[in-house]
């Protein structure tokens, strides 16, 4: 697996001090990168890449994952990319929340939502050093929260509270968007997209998947990003990618999956 989630995308360190030039491989200090796939070619691969990289890149440390996917899951995939969870998920380094299980006997959207911030708060420490106890939240496949409510507006509150705790906290962040009408963004996605300090773009194919090629990824820097070190690569130089049994791969188009 490469060094980097996406080769060529690094965020700013927060360790050091002022005046840090370092790199990243991880959202850091409050930053939100905001990954959007389709229904064809799925990012679920960079989530579990970045559980991944986190813990292999640090010692100590917090990763909570919200997700509907269960435990066997994230530990069947880490297995695949040369990590055991078992360690992390015995010390509570590892956590993960599934939304379905927040909802209620009837439908209430504010009282889902709080329940989920409320258990997210209690797993993210309010007084982390970044340099010294680094933290990465996961909301996989927000879209599904806007499958439980009927107002975007629930929704986005929610979004809000979660940033102000990680932002004090200097918790990087990865939200997963599982868009089907990217061309008509719901007010939810247009709010992560106004927002978002990265945004990854992970499409299928317009030709079609192949077994060389799962799909492809570009990233661009979100409005709310101060980085004069960061370097975009649009879709018109979109890395191709592979899944296969043994994890992922990045290559430039027309290498013939020349790994990067």
């Known amino acids: 697996m490469s060094t980097t989630l996406v080769p060529g995308l690094t965020f700013p360190s927060q360790s050091g001090g002022a005046g840090n030039t370092s790199r990243s491989a991880l959202p850091t200090g409050g930053h939100l990168l905001l990954i959007t796939d389709d229904l064809v070619s799925p990012a679920d691969f960079l989530l579990s ?51 379905s299980k927040f909802l209620g006997s009837s439908p209430d959207t504010q009282g889902t939502l709080r329940r989920l911030y409320d258990e997210i708060h209690q797993r993210i420490s309010r007084t982390a050093d970044a340099s010294s106890t680094p933290q990465l939240l996961i909301i996989d496949d927000i879209s599904i929260l806007e499958w439980i409510s009927t107002e975007p507006t629930a929704v986005i509150r929610f979004i809000r509270a979660v940033r102000h705790i990680t932002t004090y906290s200097s918790t990087g962040v990865i ?52 980085d004069k070190n ?6 018109a130089e979109a890395l191709h990618y592979r899944v296969d049994a043994s994890g992922f791969k990045f290559f430039d188009r027309g290498t013939g999956g020349g790994v990067l």
């Open 230 to 235: 960061f370097t975009a690569r649009p879709r």
């Open 49 to 99: 890449g970045a559980v991944n990289m986190f813990f292999k890149e640090h010692k100590t440390g917090r990763v909570v994952v919200v997700s509907s996917l269960d435990e066997a899951h994230w530990k069947a995939v880490s297995q695949k990319l040369g990590l055991s969870l078992a360690p992390h998920l015995a010390s509570n380094a590892f956590e993960l929340l599934d939304p």
């Open 175 to 226: 939200i997963r968007y599982h868009s089907t009408l990217p061309t008509n963004p719901t007010p939810v996605l247009q709010h992560l997209m106004e927002t978002c300090h990265h945004h990854v773009s992970v499409k299928s194919l317009t030709s079609g998947r192949s077994g060389a090629v799962s799909g492809e990824a570009s990233f661009s820097a979100g409005p709310v990003l101060e």
